[in-house]
């Protein structure tokens, strides 16, 4: 059972445009949720997060929105540029209650390409 | 500052053989962890450790063991290889506890004939 869910395996967009992806997550106590990009043969880098208190993060061109009672997150990149060609991972946390985690729940992953 | 790496980067093993996957960090963060991706799939965790001197099962522990060697390595070790073990293998590290912002080493690639 998938817990987190980024169903555009793909996704173009032209340079210049906004870049959205989005994901989906069937656990209601995650409580942080994070995105990574991705180059091939390189470790996931980490891009931004944002907290189950707030719904909406900003970090220069990237802003992660939090809709808690959908359940849903999203990543927004203004403007995309080539070096955001990438595979973004959206992953999650839960900060349980025996004051413990067990590290992220990760998606599949969306493979974002930005054309001149 | 090298943060986290991983040694060695790529790895092709018999079925049956035994190796350990090395990883250090030196940003002094306190939990560890080991991952693998298989194509078309996220990241998987395999172990963890919350800090130095414990270590946990994550979601496909089958065929793993780890050690938490002191504060900055985790290693990972396959005692029999198999097919099914063929992936890329990420650890990564976070400083203060399991489930808040952890970073990624390179990748060690395994292919297990």
């Known amino acids: 059972d998938q817990q987190v869910k980024q169903n555009s395996p793909s996704l173009s967009v032209q340079e210049g445009r906004i870049s959205i992806l989005n994901c989906d997550y069937t656990?209601?106590?995650?409580?942080?949720f994070l995105w990574y990009k991705k180059y091939p043969a390189e470790g996931p880098t980490f891009l931004i997060s944002?907290?189950?208190?707030?719904d909406k993060n900003e970090d220069g061109r990237f802003t992660v929105f939090l809709n808690k009672s959908a359940k849903h997150l999203s990543l927004h990149i203004v403007p995309s540029q080539p070096g955001d060609s990438a595979v973004y991972f959206c992953?999650?946390?839960?900060?349980?209650?025996?004051?413990?985690?067990?590290?992220?729940?990760f998606g599949k992953g969306t493979h974002l390409i930005i054309q001149p | 500052n090298a943060g986290v790496t991983q040694t060695p980067k790529f790895q092709v093993l018999k079925t049956g053989q035994s190796m350990t996957l090395q990883c250090a960090q030196d940003?002094?963060?306190?939990?560890m962890y080991w991952y693998r991706q298989d194509p078309g799939m996220g990241l998987r965790l395999i172990y963890y450790?919350?800090?130095?001197?414990?270590?946990d099962k994550g979601e496909v522990p089958n065929g793993y063991n780890v050690s938490r060697l002191n504060k900055r390595e985790f290693s990972l070790r396959l005692e029999s290889a198999a097919p099914s073990q063929t992936s890329v293998y990420f650890c990564?590290?976070?400083?203060?506890?399991?489930?808040?912002?952890?970073?990624f080493g390179p990748g060690t690639r395994l292919l297990v004939l």
């Open positions: 656990n209601s106590m995650f409580d942080y």
């Open positions: 992953a999650a946390s839960e900060w349980d209650s025996g004051g413990g985690a067990d590290g992220l729940t």
């Open positions: 990564a590290s976070s400083e203060h506890r399991v489930g808040e912002t952890q970073y």
């Open positions: 450790s919350a800090s130095e001197g414990t270590t």
């Open positions: 940003m002094n963060h306190n939990s």
């Open positions: 944002i907290s189950s208190i707030k």
